[in-house]
């Protein structure tokens, strides 16, 4: 069984950083894509951030210019680190791992809440 284990949430005041960080719990093939989701209260989940295999990026409109996902293909770990965090950045940030065979998973949620 692999688990996503991520870091790096919290409390931080508009305008802060943050970087979360999600490391798989073992050695993993075939991957096709990692990257984090998030899910506000009362919203459904939506993407933030994806990285493929080959290092291409793909980040919502809303924080394009903001965030930046990094990856380390070596220990299947992402990195993503949020510059100028807003109020509507709150919630809880899920990182993932799609397979091009295979099931995929989803880390537990890490809290990031950006508040004055």
């Known amino acids: 069984q692999v688990q996503l284990v991520e870091s790096g949430g919290g409390l931080v005041q508009p305008g802060g950083s943050l970087r979360l960080s999600c490391a798989a719990s073992r050695r993993i093939f075939n991957i096709r894509r990692m990257g984090w989701y998030r899910q506000a209260p009362g919203k459904e989940r939506e993407l933030v951030a994806t990285?493929?295999?080959?290092?291409?990026?793909n980040y919502a409109d809303s924080v394009k210019g903001r965030f930046t996902l990094s990856r380390d293909n070596a220990e299947n770990t992402v990195y993503l680190q949020m510059n100028s965090l807003k109020p509507e950045d709150t919630a809880v940030y899920y990182c993932?791992?799609?397979?091009?065979?295979?099931?995929?998973?989803w880390g537990q949620g890490t809290q990031v809440t950006v508040s004055s």
């Open positions: 990285i493929t295999s080959g290092g291409s990026t």
């Open positions: 993932n791992l799609e397979r091009t065979y295979g099931p995929s998973y």
